[in-house]
């Protein structure tokens, strides 16, 4: 990206700017079109700023805090199920207030700054050569498509303005009030802008062939991800609303589903032999390596599974993810750590794990008493090496240390067995007799019958009265730098690439846009061996039980194996939107952790699993599947319609 700070930045001081809207931007009223379109240098800086306003949800967004915005509470996973955060106490929907990012009003800003380039850069295309022109065309085209695509999967039906609205001061403004179209129109608006950006972009973007910037393919991803979507929405959504002319503007029939993942599965199809999976430490015996190959597929960006990146860049463009997510032990100088703890009902979706009948964790013997272990990894030591590159477990290694996650140590009599210590499905606290336990980080070390000491929650296990710590038993490994020195775990100071879209994602959109035509009958125009092959695939590099006949692979599972594959990448929280699950899955749910504790008199450890602590109890608002739309959007126009419920 350093060509287009380059010219950023030359675009900036030549026209004597000391302050520039976001990546440094002049003012469009300050630098007039000649400058802008008149040269390359001037469209390149353009069009840093529309990808630069592309909304995605990458390390500086969550539901409740918005879009690009520096300080990440109530992570994403901690209201999906994925993880349990020490700020998030039960179900939400995204929160966009005063102080957060205007997705409404923002997006159309985006939408605007496409539209004006859309209209103005004709005028100058003698300057360029056609493939310069139409290349540019096409990236503007997909960066509109995004923007619809982020308005349309929160509000459903949306005005749809794709020409510049002129406002002057004492006009009509009529023209202005642009009504909400149909949901269907505006997917439709999705997929237009997107081939039009496929049938225009070149194959390969030959400024930036680095992932930041869109070519043909990666706006085809985005086609599959958008049009499954689409066909989740008009398969699954019962909530409707309807205006006066009978456009629907929230949800569509449902025969309109086989058509939208027809569009998803053509469009995943156009990736074949562009992009590949990474597999650059992977072996298909060595569950190590295949630990580590995944580790290393969030960093490497020589990766060939990267299709579209967001790039950061120390001081102008950072985040916090890990000043936010490392384990206590490892904590920076800002004081935060453990943010995001993956929930026991995450972690159990993956295969290898000792698992009873009903799919839990199987942490009792047959008698009924506590399994014991001598290591706390025992318990986790068959499980494919994905978990593990996606989970820091207790007694893993990290940055070269042992993370100590512990609940407490067990001071009873281990002989004829350690009873549970509560009752199935308590949701009592522990109790006192026979436990030490820490209710603050400075621990008080117990002392073991060897005369060893031992701190009761380890460096960073639970602390009943901090929670800044792993409260689930877990804390995430997925985009953890292991290279960053704990002095420079800050805030606003960390520069990991976001992968937005890779490869795998790809393939799953795939496998499921294919699994849902079969499921409607609709099997004409796909290979249906893709479900089976390309869960396999995916399986197979994560070091999982690969299915064994075609049939396995139902629509839940492969449901299930995106869930896995794209944890903690703000992916699933869209996922239960658009399958309409979010209330199923949250309906009076407090989730369920596993708390390691130490037996004194065995010098082993056991496992308890229970609901979570502090009770907090998920319940999903199914209005919640259609955002409000802001009542200053809604007060300024009365042609617009407030969505159900609100």
């Not at 070269?400 to 996650?405: A, L, M």
Request: hydrophobic share 35%; glycine share 8%; proline share 5%.
């Amino acid at each position: 990206m350093k060509k287009f700070k380059y010219i950023i930045l030359f675009v900036c001081l030549a026209a004597g700017i000391t302050a520039c809207r976001k990546l440094n931007i002049p003012p469009k009223n300050i630098i007039q079109d000649p400058d802008v379109f008149g040269s390359t240098g001037g469209v390149q800086a353009y069009m840093a700023r529309l990808y630069s306003e592309l909304p995605i949800e990458d390390f500086r967004y969550s539901p409740d805090m918005g879009l690009n915005f520096f300080w990440i509470i109530k992570p994403t996973p901690a209201t999906t199920g994925e993880a349990l955060s020490r700020d998030q106490g039960g179900s939400s929907s995204e929160n966009f207030g005063d102080w957060h990012w205007d997705v409404w009003g923002g997006n159309y800003t985006t939408i605007h700054d496409c539209d004006y380039f859309i209209q103005t850069l004709p005028a100058y295309a003698k300057n360029y050569t056609q493939a310069q022109v139409n290349a540019w065309l096409g990236e503007a085209y997909f960066v509109r498509a995004m923007t619809y695509f982020a308005l349309v999967k929160r509000f459903g039906g949306v005005p749809i303005v794709n020409k510049v609205l002129n406002y002057t001061p004492g006009s009509d403004v009529t023209d202005l009030k642009v009504p909400r179209a149909s949901e269907k129109a505006v997917w439709d608006q999705v997929a237009s802008d997107l081939d039009f950006a496929i049938n225009n972009l070149p194959e390969v973007n030959a400024d930036y062939g680095d992932g930041s910037r869109a070519n043909k393919y990666v706006a085809a991803a985005f086609k599959s991800r958008a049009m499954l979507y689409a066909g989740s929405v008009a398969k699954y959504n019962k909530i409707t609303l309807f205006d006066n002319d009978h456009n629907q503007l929230c949800g569509m029939p449902e025969s309109e589903a086989a058509g939208y993942f027809q569009k998803a599965y053509d469009a995943a199809k156009m990736l074949d032999g562009k992009y590949s999976l990474y597999l650059s430490a992977w072996s298909p015996t060595d569950k190590n390596a295949q630990y580590q190959n995944f580790v290393n597929l969030f960093s490497d960006p020589a990766s060939k599974e990267n299709i579209f990146v967001r790039e950061y860049q120390y001081p102008n463009s950072v985040h916090g993810y890990d000043a936010y997510n490392v384990p206590r032990q490892l904590m920076g100088p800002n004081g935060y750590s453990s943010e995001v703890n993956p929930t026991l009902d995450f972690v159990e979706k993956f295969d290898g794990l000792p698992k009873n009948p009903d799919g839990t964790l199987k942490t009792l013997d047959a008698s009924g008493h506590y399994q014991l272990f001598s290591n706390t990894m025992d318990i986790f030591a068959n499980a494919e090496p994905r978990l593990r590159a996606t989970v820091i477990l207790p007694g893993d290694v990290f940055k070269g240390q042992n993370i100590e996650i512990r609940r407490g140590i067990y001071t009873g009599s281990a002989a004829g067995g350690i009873s549970p210590l509560l009752p199935a499905g308590s949701k009592s606290q522990y109790p006192t007799a026979n436990l030490v336990v820490s209710s603050t980080a400075g621990q008080t070390a117990y002392k073991l019958p060897n005369g060893d000491l031992m701190n009761p929650a380890g460096l960073s296990g639970v602390f009943t009265g901090d929670q800044t710590c792993a409260i689930s038993g877990f804390s995430v490994r997925k985009w953890l730098n292991p290279n960053l020195a704990t002095s420079q775990v800050l805030e606003n100071n960390e520069t990991q690439t976001w992968i937005e879209m890779r490869y795998a994602e790809v393939l799953l959109n795939r496998a499921e846009a294919a699994a849902e035509l079969m499921s409607l009958g609709q099997t004409g125009s796909i290979n249906t061996a893709d479900p089976f092959t390309i869960v396999n695939q995916i399986r197979s590099r994560a070091g999982a039980d690969l299915l064994t006949g075609a049939g396995d692979a139902t629509i839940d599972v492969v449901r299930n194996e995106r869930r896995k594959e794209l944890a903690f990448e703000n992916k699933t929280y869209w996922d239960l939107r658009r399958w309409r699950i979010f209330d199923k899955e949250q309906n009076g749910t407090i989730y369920r952790i596993l708390m390691p504790f130490y037996s004194a008199d065995a010098g082993k450890y056991f496992f308890d699993q229970r609901t979570d602590e502090r009770n907090d109890v998920y319940t999903y608002d199914t209005r919640w599947y259609y955002e409000q739309i802001p009542g200053g959007a809604i007060s300024k126009s009365s042609n617009l319609i407030q969505n159900p419920g609100y």
